[in-house]
């Protein structure tokens, strides 16, 4: 069956601005019908690393926020911390980074609730019983949280191909032990090189994992549960990930995440997403080069799958820009995901979400 995915373009009147557009997606997909009064809502977005410009601007979140509101529900925006090193990698420094792009309260209208705490490890275990894993980790206030709504700022994505909800939603919610497993199949692993023996990393992990052999910390492998946290307490960065997950196990993992996210809040689970500033690569890095398509719109949708399907399609469709680092693909119909990274075929993601009962790729694309 086919699902609704909702199109505001970018033309604008002096009666109905992009703000007012926004406002018209949420009442198309029926945000009020899922929120209930009191009901603490989830705003899930990409707040942006330090130094990027890329994700969405705040003024937008805002509008999502009054609707949120609007409709009786007590919303709250969040994310949860990175499994790499950077400018959100803790929620001290994540706050201090989504307040310096712009997602402060007076703007924004909510206050900022990092999802899986200080350090990464609040999170809570949701049964999924799928294909790669039987349970999965997921930041614990998003979990608690009666509704969820998801604004990504589509863009390109080095792993996934792009980047639009069902990375926000399975990757971005995940507590650090969620996005490890989603990324290694083994534990972190010691640069004995960088490591200086100052055993800080042996104290910290819980699991007694970590110990000092010939003054370099070494983890053993069975006693480590894999949370990751030691990645960010080494002040040398000497604890580093093994990206070792093929793409398309990786893209399956994100997927069955995505479906723990979700897990009971199906019907109260509403998509956005802002296909601006459509860099080539995620927003985590704090850089963001030239838009590989001029911008679209904004889609919104009921349907995770669909919505992504769509904006895939909206981008392929464009015509690529010579000034931005696609260097063929560029003419409309071509796969600009594809030129950009040709050893990742993002349709597997797409592919798997409809195939464990997520969502459809069959769409109508409606213009409001
Ligand atoms: S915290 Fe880093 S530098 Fe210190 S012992 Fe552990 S790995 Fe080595
Ligand atoms: S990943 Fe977690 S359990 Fe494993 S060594 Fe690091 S802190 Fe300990």
């Known amino acids: 069956m086919k ?16 703000l007012s557009k926004v406002k018209g997606l949420l009442d198309a997909v029926g945000l009020a019908d899922k929120v209930k009064k009191d009901a603490l ?8 690393e330090a130094g990027n410009t890329a994700y969405i601007r705040p003024v937008f979140i805002r509008k999502i926020i009054d609707s949120i509101r609007k409709a009786g529900g007590r919303p ?6 990175t499994l790499y090193v950077g400018s959100r990698s ?13 997602f402060s309260y007076a703007v924004v209208g909510a206050p900022l609730i990092i999802a899986d705490g200080l350090r990464g490890g609040m999170e809570t275990a949701v049964t999924v019983g799928l294909n790669r894993f039987k349970k999965v980790y997921i930041g614990a206030e998003i979990v608690r949280a009666d509704v969820i709504v998801s604004a990504a700022h589509f863009k390109g994505h080095e792993l996934s191909g792009f980047g639009g909800t069902i ?10 032990k969620g996005k490890l ?10 640069k004995r090189k960088k490591c200086q023996g100052c055993g800080d990393c042996v104290g910290y992990c819980a699991h007694n994992a970590i110990s000092l052999v010939d003054e370099k910390a070494r983890i053993d492998a069975k006693k480590c549960v894999g949370c990751g ?8 960065q000497a604890i580093q990930i093994q990206w070792d997950q093929a793409i398309p196990v990786f893209l399956e993992n994100m997927v069955e995440y ?11 689970a509403t998509f956005l997403n802002f296909i601006t500033d459509v860099s080539p690569a995620c927003d985590c890095y704090p850089y963001n080069d030239a838009p590989i398509v001029a911008d679209i719109g904004i889609v919104a949708s009921n349907d995770p799958v669909a919505i992504d399907q769509a904006s895939a399609d909206l981008v392929n469709q464009a015509e690529g820009r010579k000034n931005s680092s696609l260097t063929k693909n560029l003419k409309p119909g071509k796969d600009k995901f594809r030129a950009l990274y040709p050893k990742v075929d993002w349709e597997i993601q797409l592919e798997y979400a409809e195939k464990i009962g997520l969502g459809s790729r069959d769409y109508d694309l409606v213009k409001i």
């Open 3 to 18: 699902s609704a995915v909702y199109f505001a373009d970018l033309r604008t009147t002096y009666s109905q601005n992009l």
């Open 41 to 48: 809502v989830a705003l899930k977005l990409h707040f942006g």
């Open 76 to 81: 709250f925006l969040t994310d949860a911390n």
């Open 90 to 102: 803790d929620s001290v420094d994540h706050l201090t980074t989504a307040i310096q792009n712009g």
């Open 167 to 176: 990375k926000n939603l399975g990757m971005g919610c995940a507590s650090r």
């Open 181 to 190: 497993a989603q990324h290694s199949t083994v534990s972190p692993k010691v």
């Open 229 to 236: 946290e030691c990645i960010i307490i080494c002040p040398n």
């Open 258 to 268: 995505m479906a723990g996210v979700l897990k009971g809040k199906e019907a109260r």
